[in-house]
């Protein structure tokens, strides 16, 4: 079902993620299209073929045709509509599908009951499960995305004041990936069809501890950061009570997420299930990653 993979069309390329996947697509051997509303205002680099869709059932039919792998890296407010993704790309007859995941490890079932705002992801992927007679899948966990995580201050580390925010000691590993590091996966992926259909694969930039990172800063900028200390019991107790009363806001779900990550069972460090190695990735480096964004 998965062999001769040429045709790749992206859901969600104007977002976070997409522009990085973009552009390593654009530089490989796949023919990829971007596929965006009628009334998306992105913009994409010269010479991308872009399609328009009012993403109803029928259009999204129409617009898979031809295309032997759809990838979706929708945000949060497109999650709800990839099991119609899923169910066009059936009927359009695309051998793969791969589902916008590319963090946390939601197939261990420890990081749900922590961050239930994540359940859904794995509710499609057992969806897929039962169609992947029809259709192959691939999910693809990188962890915390490492170099957009502490641009927008989702890990915590604020360049601009030198200042970190630490949770309990800050000695557990999380596995990290940069954004481009997930689009080189994701083309590895698609070149490696048969080995990788149906399964779970993890990719890592780096595997550091909140420690060693703010070490890194320091070290990178020659001056002492600012460090506080926040108990993850705590956080997440409060988080979980907001989420238990419907208070669900932007903080509530970072701190549900980073919690995952932070626990001291360690769910965020996955070096153990890495496919680098069969896929070609090499790793970056922690320091390396720093430099490029200082």
Same mark, same amino acid.
């Given at each position: ?67 032997? $792998? ?9 999650? *709800?509509?990839? !099991?119609?993704? =899923?169910? +066009?790309?059936?009927? #359009? ?103 990788? $259909? ?9 595997? *550091?501890?909140? !420690?060693?990172? =703010?070490? +890194?800063?320091?070290? #990178? ?10 108990s993850l019991e705590q956080t997440l107790a409060a988080a979980k009570e907001k989420f238990s009363k419907g208070e669900i806001n932007h903080d509530v779900i970072m701190d549900l997420i980073r919690a995952a ?34």
């Amino acid at each position: 079902m998965t062999s001769g993979i040429k045709n790749v069309i992206l859901i969600g390329a104007g977002g976070n993620l997409g522009p990085a996947v973009l552009a390593e697509f654009l530089n490989s051997n796949f023919d990829v299209t971007v596929l965006a509303r009628e009334t998306s205002t992105s913009t994409y680099p010269a010479g991308t073929k872009v399609t328009r869709s009012d993403f109803s059932a029928q259009s999204l039919t129409e617009v898979f045709k031809g295309q032997d $792998a759809v990838i979706s890296i929708v945000g949060p407010t497109g999650f *709800a509509e990839q !099991n119609k993704f =899923v169910d +066009a790309a059936i009927a #359009a007859g695309v051998k793969v599908f791969i589902p916008s995941e590319y963090g946390s490890d939601t197939k261990n079932p420890e990081v749900l009951k922590i961050a239930p705002v994540l359940a859904g992801k794995r509710t499609l992927v057992e969806y897929l499960e039962t169609q992947q007679d029809k259709i192959s899948w691939m999910v693809v966990i990188a962890g915390p995305f490492a170099d957009w995580g502490i641009q927008n201050e989702f890990l915590q580390y604020d360049i601009p004041s030198k200042s970190a925010v630490i949770w309990d000691d800050g000695d557990v590993p999380v596995t990290q990936s940069t954004l481009s590091q997930i689009g080189r996966a994701l083309v590895a992926i698609l070149g490696h069809p048969s080995e990788t $259909a149906n399964q779970y694969v993890y990719i890592s930039s780096y595997t *550091a501890t909140a !420690n060693e990172i =703010v070490a +890194a800063f320091e070290k #990178a900028t020659g001056v002492k950061w600012d460090v506080q200390t926040i108990s993850l019991e705590q956080t997440l107790a409060a988080a979980k009570e907001k989420f238990s009363k419907g208070e669900i806001n932007h903080d509530v779900i970072m701190d549900l997420i980073r919690a995952a990550c932070y626990s001291k069972e360690g769910y965020c460090d996955i070096r153990k299930n890495l496919w680098n190695g069969r896929l070609g990735l090499k790793e970056e480096g922690l320091e390396a990653v720093i430099k490029g964004l200082l």
